[in-house]
């Protein structure tokens, strides 16, 4: 252990490595797939359905079973408790199809073998037959099929829409097509569980939800949560992925290592997970927005349509959130929106970075844009003159309080000399030429805290041993955003002791119970005002018992770095534990924390459902070549607001990452389904995500370093996971702009997303012609 007498490190507000980046670029760090597996484990692989939508008239296992180390078949007859992993109680997302499958790749089958390559070609040797029914792909074909629901759909209105829109001096209405997303994660789905004596099984799983999965398992396995042990030490990425879509793979493994009594692991292809798992929400939005001759909004009207694939999953919290941030950062003065969450024969869509936000903002995005066009305007200036202002109510009649746009924006235009660069994009499409430029400067007001009200809770387990060194456990799950390094950084801060001295451990439902998932960006508020909780417990006890020992007033007895000050003495850290130790002193606390003043009422779309709102812009300057259709980012420079920054240098990594990631979405990451609703783009040959050469050619990241939280959060931070990723539609506009050059502006490109090279240089013909 460090001596931390003369110098802390780790505190927060300071930029602090990863605690396992090291791990990460040497290959030292251990993910499910790389735990030492016992004895006798034994492995399970998924048979999916080859039909979109059918009856399952037969299923032969005869040649499957038949196969070299095959010890059985998993189907729904075989699962002791309920065949269900819905994450919101509508029994609609069976682990094995039964009777019916609604979408091609759903899962029927697992074939249980004593490797995982024998379980894998097994698989493949089963046959299933089919009565095939219609089925529909898509939302819009989904609405005209009359296929439904899959949820309860939301208006948000405030005012008289229908009556400002047709008072409004201006009005365009029009549809946005706005593509999904493949998580992409580089470590894929997996779990692996373990038989314990009597009801218990031990899982190892890469979920963002260890609860969820503790509950789903015991759900399967007809018994009691207490049996079902969910650990997750680290997962490769996850961006929602692993939130729900983990269910399943957990409870096949811990059923087969229930009936067989052997460790059980199950880790699909990419191909597999792919065609198995849900993505990013894609939407159709029919959009009518009515303006005066200022460019000024007066009403805005919406229908959200949805893919949600065959069962709801998360499909409600996200065409929810969709419309949540429909406005993005500018005021409606009279709104009426709607979410229509459709049925559609696809796998079921799940959360993803953002949870439906980024789809709402791109559609404000575009509607300014549109604005701007009409009017012959900077869009940038229809922008200002639409931002919030402090007291005005958003669509879901929550008051906006902590407005910083109007700072972002003139210190991002100042930084980014957006005014020249703008002006020098106009004259060099003006020269006319291939190459045709754009820019685009785009905010984000996106708020933070769970629609669902009661996972904005967290707890956390702090154990101080007799030597002064700490042991934190909370509810949160790290997938490589560096969670666990700020949580720690807040323990650390607390006991006033350097970073080494804290053991930062697994998730485990063994010591914090009913967490909430790590997500909604909410996972360093919650754990670590739950950590900070656990901590000033203990410190409680110690100032007590500092104060008897030597003899002071409890208001003499101080936190310091390496020590605790005692009137005029100070005493190392170390010492005043291991006297706590002798003198009987609890050294141990869990903590808690629920987030205050949030509330919300679906039923009337009113309420607070955000405890507060991250901010920010970015400016995105793009080359598009009209032969091919092909465009690279020239460069991107960011703002961002994350209150008081807990660690400066994971945050930056954040937004960066976040930026990327939606410029991906909105450019090259377009899935793609076949008209019998295979899946095809289910491969890195076939869905492209952003490459290294990607990325902006000059990229400048920074942060707000002057803005700090309204609200009582973590020590005054802000929330970053999610918000940067809407920054990315700056990309997605500047290339709009580009395209509208070649017929010298007189109309926007309208593109769908993604903007892949072909939609590109579809308009650019469509433009021209």
Partial sequence: MKDDTATITGQAHQDTAHDSAAKHVTGRAEYTDDLVEPTGTIHAYLGLSSCAHGRITGMDFTETVAQPGVLGILTAADLPGVNDVSPNGKNDDPIFAEGVVQFWGQPVFAVIAETRDQARRAAHKARIDYDVLPHALDPIAARDASMGYVTDPLTLKRGDAPAAMAAAPRRIEGRFAIGGQDHFYLEGQIAMAVPGEDDEVVLHVSTQHPSEVQHMVAHVLGVPSNAVVVNVRRMGGGFGGKETQMNLFACVAAVAAKRWNRTVKIRPDRDDDMIATGKRHDFVVDYAVGFDDDGRIRSVEGDFYARCGFSADLSGPVTDRALFHADNAYFYPDVRISSHPMKTNTVSNTAFRGFGGPQGAIVAERMVEEI??????????????????????????????????????????????????????????????????????????????????????????????????????????EMGQGLN??????????????????????????????????????????????????????????????????????????????????GDQMIPFAQVIRAAYMARIQLSAAGSYKTPKIHWDRTTGQGRPFYYFAYGAAVAEVSVDTLTGEYVIDRADVLHDVGRSLNPVLDRGQVEGAFVQGAGWLTTEELWWDAKGRLRTHAPSTYKVPLASDSPRIFNVALADWSEASERTIKRSKAVGEPPFVLGISVFEAINMAVASVADYRTPARLDAPATPERVLMAVERLRG
């Fill in 485 to 566: 390094t700020k949580v720690a950084q807040v323990v650390a801060e607390a006991f006033q002791c350097d970073l080494s001295r804290i053991k930062i451990t697994k998730t485990t439902t063994e010591k914090v119970p009913n967490t909430s998932a790590t997500a909604a960006s909410s996972g360093t508020d919650l754990n670590g005002m739950a950590a900070l909780d656990a901590a000033e417990q203990i410190k409680a006890r110690l100032v007590t018992f500092v104060a008897e020992k030597w003899q002071v007033a409890p208001d003499q007895v101080a936190f310091v770095p390496g020590h605790v000050r005692a």
């Fill in 372 to 477: 701007a066009y009409a009017l012959g305007m900077d869009p940038l200036e229809v922008r200002k003159r639409n931002l919030y202002q402090n007291g005005q109510l958003t669509p879901y009649h929550q008051t906006v309080q902590d407005q910083i746009l109007p700072r972002i924006f003139d210190e991002l235009e100042a930084s980014s000399d957006y005014h020249a660069r703008r002006q020098a994009v106009l004259d060099w499409n003006a020269k006319g030429g291939v190459i045709r430029k754009g820019i685009a400067l785009t905010p984000v007001k996106f708020g933070i805290s769970f629609t669902a009200t009661w996972f904005n809770q967290a707890g956390a387990l702090i154990h101080v041993y007799s030597d002064g060194s700490i042991h934190l456990n909370h509810g949160g799950t």
